[in-house]
């Protein structure tokens, strides 16, 4: 049998899965294999299936040679097959055919556990054993502040490598998904625009982004959607719905049919409500076309919550290019042995590793408030 690997990489995606977390293990996995000569560990389910694992181990050397002997006896695809196991080790066929595919091979969870102490410590004891160099951890905000108290609590090398279809990470211009899930809301936005035409009516689409409306309002700038609300603008009154009702009213007096509303998930209402923003929308346009004397009392809106859609799908070019330049990064990180954890970021264009815990680019704020503008100046109303 082929004796457990030295010094492996170690690799799991958590948080919400993101187009271009594929594209990026295959990136590690080859870059690891051909480039490095180092091989690596796929952890399955994110750390919910390192903590599984660590949990199985529990601390006992049996158990320990146990699981090595089980990675290795069942590598790549063979390991992928079987859903019992949490650590695999990758080849070169286990990440064959998989650039552009979205979700993740490897699996991704939330894991509560995780922010116990105690758990993050058998996590980092089950790694230590197996003699694991370095964890990179692809995810959101959430899961990268797991990897950076793994990385104050041991003396491992972690890697953070940001992929959440949000974009709400404000160290990096883009993270990895957010190209791809863009490019599924412009898709969406063509096919609600059909039937907005075709009837006349207002279609008011929610997007993800939890507290960001960075995805909504590059979606707006690409599909040329009529409007766009995002948290960043304060929570939406009573009066800010009437006055964007006035908005898309005065535009169909001026000749307009149709218009396209994106509201982020974000966005919070005054008084807060519990709905889904684009219900509290519908229902409060309605209501403003609806009233007595109004010249559109026949404008329908219809609401939708576009949900999963956004993370799944076909993952772009430009996700699978940053995916293999985020991949190159995260390698140097690893391998320079004066170099310290940190994150892969993409900053002024220009992909790099920046320390747990940065400030923002300033040119990200700043950035939104431009594609604002600019989404205002472009639009025909
Ligand atoms: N403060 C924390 N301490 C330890 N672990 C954490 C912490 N925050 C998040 N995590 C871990 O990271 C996982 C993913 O976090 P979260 O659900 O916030 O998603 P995310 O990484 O932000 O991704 P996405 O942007 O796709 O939602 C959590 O389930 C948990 O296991
Ligand atoms: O898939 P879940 O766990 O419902 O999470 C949904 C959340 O995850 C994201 O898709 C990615 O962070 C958010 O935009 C959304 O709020």
């Given at each position: 049998m082929i004796p457990f690997p030295d010094s492996p990489v170690a690799v799991l995606c958590s948080g919400g899965d993101a187009p271009g977390m594929n594209a990026f293990l295959r990136a590690i996995v080859r870059l690891g294999l051909n480039r490095h000569k180092v091989p690596v560990l796929g952890i399955r389910g994110g750390y919910r299936g390192l903590v599984r694992a660590a949990k199985q181990v529990n601390g006992e050397a049996d158990e320990l040679v146990r699981l090595k002997?089980?990675?290795?006896?069942?590598?790549?695809?063979?390991?992928?097959?079987?859903?019992?196991?949490?650590?695999?080790?990758?080849?070169?066929?286990?990440?064959?055919?998989?650039?552009?595919?979205?979700?993740?091979?490897?699996?991704?969870?939330r894991c509560l556990d995780f922010h116990k102490p105690e758990v993050r410590r058998s996590a980092i004891q089950l790694l230590e054993n197996l003699g694991v160099r370095a964890l990179v951890v692809a995810g959101g905000d959430g899961s990268l502040t797991g990897a950076k108290l793994l990385a104050e609590e041991s003396n491992l090398k972690i890697i953070g490598v940001p992929s959440t279809i949000d974009n709400d990470l404000q160290f990096t211009e883009m993270a990895l998904g957010v190209d791809t899930a863009v490019h599924t809301l412009v898709w969406a936005v063509d096919h609600f625009i059909d039937t907005a035409r075709s009837h006349r009516r207002v279609m008011v689409l929610e997007t993800m982004g939890r507290e960001s409306g960075d995805l909504a309002r590059m979606a707006a700038l690409a599909s040329g959607a009529e409007m766009v609300i995002t948290p960043e603008g304060g929570p939406l009154t009573e009066e800010a719905m009437i006055a964007y009702a006035e908005e898309i009213e005065s535009a169909m007096t001026r000749g307009r049919g149709h218009a396209i509303v994106l509201i982020a998930e974000g966005v919070k209402f005054d008084p807060p409500q519990s709905r889904n923003g684009a219900y509290i929308l519908r229902d409060a346009f309605q209501k403003y076309f609806q009233r007595e004397g109004a010249p559109f009392q026949d404008l329908e809106v219809r609401p939708s919550v576009l949900g999963h859609l956004q993370r799944g799908g076909h993952t772009t070019p430009g996700d699978c290019i940053l995916a293999a330049r985020f991949a190159e990064e995260a390698w140097k990180a690893i391998l320079d042995p004066n170099g310290s954890n940190g994150i892969t970021a993409l900053q002024h264009n220009k992909a790099t590793i920046v320390p747990f815990g940065c400030p923002d680019l300033p040119e990200r704020a700043l950035s939104s408030v431009a594609m604002d503008r600019l989404h205002d100046d472009l639009s025909s109303w």
């Open positions: 002997q089980e990675i290795t006896a069942n590598t790549g695809n063979r390991g992928l097959i079987d859903a019992k196991m949490s650590i695999i080790q990758m080849d070169h066929a286990s990440v064959s055919g998989i650039m552009g595919k979205g979700g993740t091979i490897l699996g991704s969870a």
